[in-house]
């Protein structure tokens, strides 16, 4: 949540700048996804000072995730195509991301467990965004689920959201702990998604 604050403000000035200009929201995602590709790949290295660059460019595309549907607003081109579009991107990056760094972990130590602990919060991740979106457009047009679920303090707090998750990377990654990240981060959004998953079915219960 305080992450999303701080996000924005950073990426306010830029659609002002932007705003002014003839790029589009979509120019927007895709160049946040060029970065989120080459943050994958500098990951990939798994060198200490290659992995502070790949956190520099996923910084960068965290930003321009806000700008494109900021400035989209400001230029009245928001659009159910412009909003799949971003919504594709966030996925591919979270995916991309894992495996740089699964690569890179994997290179410099050969061990497997890398890859089981990327593949599962690759997997959590996906599993709580099909479970999310499941319940909201099946049950949002008849229900208030998508406010209650908001209004649940446990859930906003510890969001099993890609903006918190690269929070936890960004930290990790300056103190060179991968391993140990990989270990809490997996472990969060394991436990996450049966904390959602029981908060839904006992929400669509009363209903």
């Known amino acids: 949540m305080y992450i999303s604050v701080l996000n ?10 932007l705003i002014k200009t003839p790029v589009t929201p979509n120019q927007i995602t895709m160049i946040g996804l060029l970065f989120a590709v080459l943050s994958s790949f500098f990951f990939s290295f798994g060198v200490y000072l290659y992995t502070i660059a790949a956190i520099v460019l996923l910084k960068m595309n965290e930003i321009l995730d806000y700008v494109d549907g900021s400035l989209a607003r400001m230029k009245s081109k928001t659009s159910l195509s ?3 579009l971003e919504f594709l991107v966030d996925r591919i990056t ?3 991301v894992f495996l ?8 410099a130590t050969g061990i497997p467990m890398v890859w089981f602990l990327c593949f599962l919060i690759i997997s959590m991740e996906m599993f709580y965004e099909t479970l999310f979106l499941g ?5 949002l047009p008849k229900t208030e ?6 209004k649940s303090p446990l859930l906003r707090m510890f969001n099993y959201y890609p903006h918190n998750v690269y929070l936890l990377l960004m930290i990790f990654a300056i103190i060179d702990q991968m ?12 436990v996450f998604c049966i904390f959602s998953t029981i908060f839904f079915m006992r ?4 209903m």
Not at 135 to 139: A, D, E, K, L, N
Request: hydrophobic share 50%.
């Open 203 to 206: 929400k669509i219960s009363r």
């Open 145 to 150: 689920v998508r406010g209650t679920v908001m």
């Open 179 to 190: 391993f140990i990240f990989l270990y809490i981060t997996a472990a969060y959004g394991l």
């Open 94 to 96: 979270f995916i991309l």
């Open 8 to 17: 924005r403000k950073i990426a306010r000035p830029i659609t002002r700048v």
């Open 100 to 107: 740089g760094l699964g690569w890179g972990l994997f290179a």
């Open 82 to 84: 412009g909003d799949f």
């Open 135 to 139: 319940i909201r457009y099946r049950y």
